[in-house]
């Protein structure tokens, strides 16, 4: 029991235990509404607990007629007869316990891994407007700690509790079929016992919040201190934090201690009452024996019902702990399942069109291999697909009081390239957002080759947009899969041609296993500049009609850019392009700049005009006058 | 391996004292229980001397409240040395990493670093408490039970010995092979979490790519084959349990039927066989109690090793022997920056022995300013990394006013060098706060100072509650350009002799950029600026430009002359279109 005192943590760890679940009802219905396919097992747990707990008892009240029928008689027959009796109860005990704890591990872990999977499959459905709001330790915190709570309440908590409540029951009955005087004795001690545990328990409890409390401290100062740990060492900080870190230390250890103390103190307490309610019934069992009220059967088997009797009251307290916490889990894991997923209301989607050589681009390279694709309506017409964006007078804010984007009007049209340039938060990534649907606009419309993007299929939708972002993420798993993250049919040779085109070729041939090179934690062992050219290599391999490369270049430097211009170039012929890059390189080819600034387009034209205009285009890049 | 973690103990030690003598008391007391209730039950009831039985009955009551006592007390103690331990421990540790070189830290990443001082802290501390109240408990246990049943009959104690065996293999064999089941499960816990934590990361990857079914379909086989071992370990563990009762109902019914016909020939009381039933379960129960600290010593032991492996971690760079006194400089003067023959590789298996800088010689002399550019991975904040000492060279020296850096105190080293880096962090706290990190006792004047050279005081007094804002952990609250002039002001602060810019202003826009590198010229005169950058518009006007390929120096110079001269160069500015404003 002590080992539960101990805080147990995961990313975003929370404070466990005392915790108040809000709607005990409710969460129930749900867990149980989980538990339906089951219903036999939870069945056979149930009567197995009953059977096992039933046996335990009943071995100790065996006791009785085994002492005062068979020994103190010496009736040695019936005696190995009743041995043979209670031999079988003991064997139906242990084999109803067995039952019982395998059922209860298979369904716990089965209905667990329902959730689990549940509540993934709804996080991938979810918006990302609700990523955006919830850190990724709080929804991590869901998949670990909450979990581990319900797993521990489904495997542990609910049979104990069950199992000790039986218990407690069935020792009080017997014992007052035995004696109803003794347990009269017994039951004052129970009283003073389940007092003295409840005061406890309020102490530890409150201790424990304390400790819990400054664990947080100390825990976020140990992530700061570890992530900023180059930084310490550039300042020459180290004697500052070590004396910091040792304050808080030290303070955690002085609240530990007393949290650790009290939880462990409660059981030794317990246990001696328990014995004191021993000697007494010893002692008063002894006198009503010798008074002629009770049998040496009947006391034996009193003194093992007042050592059973006082271990559930212990155990219920701890496990209805835990039990709490669980739902409180519980909770916060179906509040995520009740969000409401991405609202996707197009009916529009995107088939492959049945004639291939109408694509002017066949030529192109061996990755289009002539696949071309069109809009299908719900009407069964079908609609070219050939990447022609507007947008007008399009309005979009995250949050209600902050307006990001104002009025913004513009047109894309097929095969050209539109750059967005502009400082820091001035919304060229918003906009960007708004064509995938990664949000949705306020007012204004956007089409997709006339068709307003809301009536698009989010899925096709997405399809047809390759996005290059700024921070790349990569997956676990080879370089050659994440190239084939783009396209999962994706031939080994297509991916390298990608790889190629993207100038990654190089380096990766360079790494001791190439293109099987296991990328692990987002690709820690690459540089950024080499994680953006697996990502181009990815885009290439998708093969959309339309492009978005967000700052897709940034961590390259300028030689490297150059070398892979050529491939840019062929990435970019055919389709629409959306160029969003601070570099004066990435952006001058472009079909049309759109210079934003506080989310409105203040220019718009090709490089030739903008430098012309010596507008704040001409400001950016030139660096000649002051801004800001 | 546990043996090494004792001296952390510290003054705690003598609590295992005390643990010591309070455990057996405890033991002594509450295994007193059976035996005199069987003498209740032998002596004071056949005799009906109710006298007696009160007596006795005092006597229990009495060592109950003894062993309340003891048993708190162990409690107090265990827990102040188990938590004493944790801290000393944890601090041991937080210390060590401070010392840590960058190499160090490459070594071991972030997060592992963090679990190691929390989790597996919290761990060994657990083991710690355990032991103190159980591993001692249950030894103690098991031979007071044994002695107090021997004393009550020795004959039947035979039961037992034939008993203790075949539960103590029986368990083992079943915690032995749990125990790999159980390194499968949390192998796959570990491989699922990675999956979700990927997935919560790179979730826009996801959406854009429309990769929903294709993650739920992983994320379904990695969930299964975790239920499929947890399930599999689970049922092998279910069989521990049920094993241990009918060993222990076995051995009662043993006891009861020889004790039976003992007690009906008379040379055994009724109590006494109570009593020895009573001792037949303590044993039974420290037996259990057994297998459990194995389970918790199996567990324990990754992370104990964990743990050592940090601890046993020699900083590879360590502060100079000050044995030569005089020839260890007490400060840095003029700011003199020599390379004399570097080579550089790191140490890591997948450098695979190959240089990142081979051959480098320059000198900048004190209070230029001078650039460094070059493509991805051509090793420029690696060479400016060797100034600090934040890595030592594989071959040759680095100079600092003359002077190798190795024979610098590490602290004046440092000191001496403020140094802006690429992946720059700022801490919780206010802007203030977060800048007096490079001079404790700056003053409003000086902060205001740095702030404006840095080109952030504007923006600062913008701010609602300008120098007082309080940032977010990692500077979450603050654009990425204003968190890189906030950096800068920081390293400002410090008064460097050396100031280094690790392509600190990439986020800056090249108006603001110019405004920082005039301040720079005209606030710094006497301090030696090294920038690394990307944008040749940062790095024309210096006064000494470095051109790295690939590790190598491939010209030094300035604009006019590299343009002129260095192919790499003009493609650079090439590719800059540099030509553009002039």
């Known amino acids: 029991m002590a080992a539960n005192s101990t805080p147990k943590r995961g990313p975003g760890s929370r404070p466990i235990g005392f915790e108040k679940p809000k709607n005990l009802i409710q969460t129930t219905k749900r867990i149980l509404s989980y538990l339906k396919n089951s219903k036999l097992q939870v069945f056979l747990v149930i009567l197995s607990l009953i059977v096992s707990t039933v046996c335990g008892l009943l071995g100790s009240y065996f006791l009785k007629p085994l002492i005062d029928q068979y020994i103190v008689p010496k009736n040695f027959r019936g005696l190995a007869l009743a041995l043979v009796v209670l031999g079988i109860i003991y064997l139906v005990g242990s084999v109803a316990s067995y039952i019982q704890t395998r059922l209860t591990i298979n369904v716990s872990q089965r209905t667990i891994n329902v959730m689990r999977r549940d509540l993934f499959d709804k996080m991938q459905s979810l918006e990302l407007s609700y990523f955006d709001s919830h850190s990724h330790g709080e929804l991590m915190s869901r998949f670990t700690n909450d979990f581990d709570n319900v797993q521990l309440m489904l495997e542990q908590s609910l049979t104990q509790l069950f199992s000790g409540m039986l218990t407690f029951v069935g020792c009080v009955v017997l014992m007052l079929i035995l004696s109803p005087l003794l347990f009269l004795l017994t039951a004052i001690v129970l009283v003073l016992m389940i007092f003295i545990s409840k005061k406890i328990g309020e102490k530890s409890r409150y201790y424990f919040q304390h400790q819990q409390k400054i664990l947080g401290e100390l825990d976020g100062y140990i992530e700061e201190n570890i992530g900023g740990l180059k930084e310490v060492k550039v300042f020459n900080h180290e004697d500052a934090e070590k004396a910091t870190f040792s304050n808080l230390n030290e303070k955690f250890r002085e609240a530990a201690t007393s949290a650790n103390f009290l939880a462990g103190a409660i059981m030794p307490i317990m246990g001696n009452l328990n014995n004191i309610a021993y000697a007494a019934t010893s002692v008063f069992g002894g006198v009503l024996t010798i008074l002629g009220h009770f049998t040496i059967g009947s006391l034996g088997a009193f003194l093992q019902f007042s050592r059973q009797v006082g271990q559930p009251i212990n155990m219920i307290t701890s496990q209805l702990n835990n039990v709490f916490a669980a739902m409180a889990g519980a909770e916060r894991i179906f509040e995520m399942m009740d969000q409401p997923p991405e609202v996707d209301d197009g009916k529009i989607i995107l088939v492959q069109s049945s004639s291939r050589s109408t694509d002017p681009g066949a030529d192109r390279n061996v990755l289009r291999s002539g696949r071309s694709w069109e809009w299908k309506l719900p009407d069964g017409n079908t609609v070219p697909l050939k990447g022609d964006v507007r947008f007008s007078d399009v309005n979009f804010s995250y949050v209600p009081e902050k307006q990001i984007l104002k009025q913004i009007s513009l047109y894309a049209k097929p095969g050209q390239v539109i750059a967005f340039v502009g400082s820091t938060g001035a919304g060229k990534t918003t906009i960007t957002n708004l064509i995938n649907r990664f949000y949705d606009i306020e007012d204004g419309t956007i089409t997709y080759d006339g068709i307003d993007i809301r009536k698009i299929k989010k899925d096709s939708l997405r399809h047809s947009l390759g996005m290059v972002l700024q921070d790349t993420h990569l997956f676990t798993g080879t370089i050659l899969d994440n190239i084939r993250y783009g396209r999962l049919d994706a031939t080994d040779e297509e991916c390298v041609e990608a790889a190629k085109r993207a100038s990654a070729h190089s380096f990766i041939s360079r790494l001791p296993e190439g293109y099987h090179t296991v990328i692990s934690g987002d690709g820690a062992n690459l540089s950024q500049g080499q994680r953006q050219l697996i990502a181009i290599a990815r885009a290439y391999v998708a093969d959309p009609p339309v492009m978005i490369l967000d700052e897709a270049t940034s961590s390259i430097d300028t030689r490297t850019e150059r070398l892979i211009e050529k491939g840019m170039k062929a990435l970019m012929k055919g389709r629409t392009v959306f160029v969003i890059a601070h570099r004066l390189s990435t952006v001058r080819n472009a079909n049309a700049i759109l210079v934003l600034e506080h989310g409105e387009i203040i220019e718009r034209g090709n490089h030739e005009e903008l430098i012309a205009q010596k507008g704040r285009y001409y400001q950016l890049y030139t660096g000649i006058n002051q801004l800001e | ?582």
Request: hydrophobic share 45%; aromatic share 8%.
């Open chain 2, 1 to 582: 391996m546990f043996q090494r973690f004792f001296p952390y103990l510290g003054k705690y030690k003598k609590n295992l004292i005390f643990c010591f003598f309070l455990v057996i008391s405890d033991v002594i007391c509450e295994l007193m229980m059976p035996l005199l209730m069987s003498k209740i039950v032998d002596n004071g009831i056949p005799q009906k001397n109710i006298r007696y039985i009160s007596l006795v009955g005092i006597t229990m009551v009495a060592l109950a409240l003894a062993s309340i006592l003891f048993g708190t007390l162990n409690m107090k103690f265990s827990a102040e040395a188990s938590q004493g331990f944790a801290a000393n421990l944890r601090e041991s540790l937080f210390n060590k990493v401070q010392s840590f070189s960058f190499a160090n830290i490459d070594h071991f990443s972030t997060a592992s670093l963090v679990t190691r001082l929390t989790s597996d802290t919290t761990q060994m501390q657990v083991t710690v408490m355990m032991c103190l109240r159980i591993l001692l408990r249950a030894p103690m246990m098991l031979v007071c039970a044994m002695v107090f049943a021997i004393s009550i009959n020795a004959r039947l104690s035979v039961i037992i010995f034939i008993a203790i065996p075949i539960l103590v293999v029986g368990t083992m064999l079943v915690v032995r092979t749990a125990e790999r089941l159980f390194t499968t499960v949390q192998k796959r816990l570990d491989g699922l979490n990675g999956t979700i934590r990927e997935n919560l990361i790179a979730i826009r990857v996801v959406k854009a790519f429309v990769r929903a079914r294709h993650e739920k379909e992983k994320f379904k086989k990695a969930n299964n084959a975790l239920t499929e071992s947890a399930i599999q370990a689970g049922n092998l563990i279910s069989l521990v349990s049920p094993i241990m009762m009918l060993v222990l109902n076995g051995a009662t019914l043993a006891v009861i039927w020889f004790g039976g016909k003992m007690v009906g020939t008379g040379s055994m009381g009724t109590g006494q066989l109570l009593g020895f039933i009573s001792y037949l379960m303590q044993i039974m129960i420290s037996t259990m109690m057994f297998s459990m600290i194995f389970i918790l010593f199996a567990r324990s032991q990754a992370s104990g090793a964990r743990i050592l492996e940090v601890l046993d971690t020699e900083p590879d760079i360590r502060n100079s022997e000050p044995a030569g006194q005089d020839s260890q400089p007490h400060s840095m003067n003029s700011g003199k920056i020599e390379f004399r023959n570097v080579d550089f590789r790191y140490n890591t298996a997948e450098s695979e022995g190959k240089n990142v800088l081979s051959d480098i010689n320059f000198t900048v002399e004190p209070g230029e300013i001078t650039a460094i550019i070059g493509g991805t991975g051509s090793g420029k904040s690696t060479m400016v990394n060797l100034i600090p000492r934040l890595y030592d060279t594989t071959c040759g020296q680095v100079l600092v006013d003359d002077t190798d850096v190795r024979n610098y105190d590490l602290d004046t080293l440092r000191s001496g060098i403020g140094m802006v880096l690429q992946k720059n962090v700022l801490f919780s706290g206010t802007i203030r706060e977060n800048l007096l990190w490079g001079c404790a006792d700056a003053d409003n004047e000086k902060i205001k100072n740095a702030a404006e050279i840095a080109q952030a005081h504007e923006f600062i007094e913008g701010l609602p509650d300008g120098y007082e804002t309080v940032l977010g952990e990692g500077g979450v609250n603050v654009s990425g350009g204003q968190k890189q002039r906030l950096c800068i002001a920081r390293a400002i602060l410090k008064n460097p002799r050396i100031l280094i810019l690790d392509d600190s202003t990439s986020a800056v826009d090249t108006a603001t950029e110019a405004k920082i590198r005039e301040a720079f010229r005209n606030s710094l005169k006497n301090t030696t600026v090294l920038i690394i950058a990307q944008r040749i518009s940062s790095v024309k006007d210096a006064d000494k430009i470095i051109v790295l390929d690939d590790g190598k120096i491939s010209g030094i110079g300035t604009h006019e002359e590299l343009y002129h001269s260095n192919d790499i160069y003009r493609e650079i500015c090439n590719s800059q279109q540099e030509g553009l404003a002039s």
